[in-house]
């Protein structure tokens, strides 16, 4: 797959080679940041981490009580009630 998503870029086009969604970005975001912080001995960068922490958590948390509520309505839905 590496191999695709290399030869189209130097093809010219710079789209991967299958859509994906961008649920890994933010804890990567987040590890980059910590990992910066504690290489660089910067409390900015830690703080910047713990802030993109507390972001993503509240982003995946928000997603799973959305994810429950729509199951929820489905289910009422489906049952008629």
């Known amino acids: ?16 080679a299958f859509p ?7 804890p990567a975001l987040t590890v980059v940041l910590l990992a910066a912080g504690a290489m660089e001995r910067d409390g900015l960068f830690f703080l910047a981490g713990c802030a993109s922490f507390a ?7 928000l997603l799973a009580f959305g994810g429950m509520h729509l199951i929820e309505k489905l289910r009422s839905a489906i049952s008629g009630c």
Not at 4 to 16: D, I, M, N
Not at 55 to 61: E, N, P, Q, R, V
């Open 1 to 16: 797959m590496k191999f695709v998503e290399t030869a189209r870029v130097v093809k010219g086009t710079s789209t991967p």
């Open 20 to 26: 994906h969604s961008v649920d890994n970005s933010f």
């Open 55 to 61: 972001a993503t958590l509240a982003y995946f948390g």
